[in-house]
């Protein structure tokens, strides 16, 4: 994962698998960016694991508590296809800022 800031959210670009061993690496990660707007680039997963789908549905509610924007964009098909795959629907609208 690698992280760019300017003005406005954090842009975060993920790793191309999110498997057992990314997802402890990409929840450190994202804790330390805690508190700030995050925009998540999904475009070069490849392939994402059970527990990098737990970390950012986390991420997600955790950003949304906190009241701070959380975004997942430009998600690869692969991306799309392991969250349908897991039931992940609240990944479907992708692109969409979440902030309460």
Avoid: H, K, Y
């Avoid at 498997?19 to 330390?32: C, G, H, M, P, Q």
Wanted: a negative charge; hydrophobic letters at 50%.
């Amino acid at each position: 994962m690698s992280a760019t800031t300017s003005s406005g959210p954090v842009q975060v670009r993920l790793p191309a698998v999110i498997d057992l061993r990314a997802a402890a690496n990409l929840a450190s990660e994202l804790l330390a960016l805690r508190g700030r707007p995050v925009s998540l680039d999904a475009s070069g997963v490849e392939r994402l694991g059970g527990l990098g789908l737990q970390v950012l549905l986390s991420a997600r509610l955790t950003w949304r508590s906190d009241c701070n924007g959380f975004a997942l964009v430009e998600a690869s098909e692969a991306f799309q296809t392991d969250c349908a795959l897991m039931g992940a629907r609240v990944f479907d609208n992708i692109n969409e800022v979440v902030a309460s």
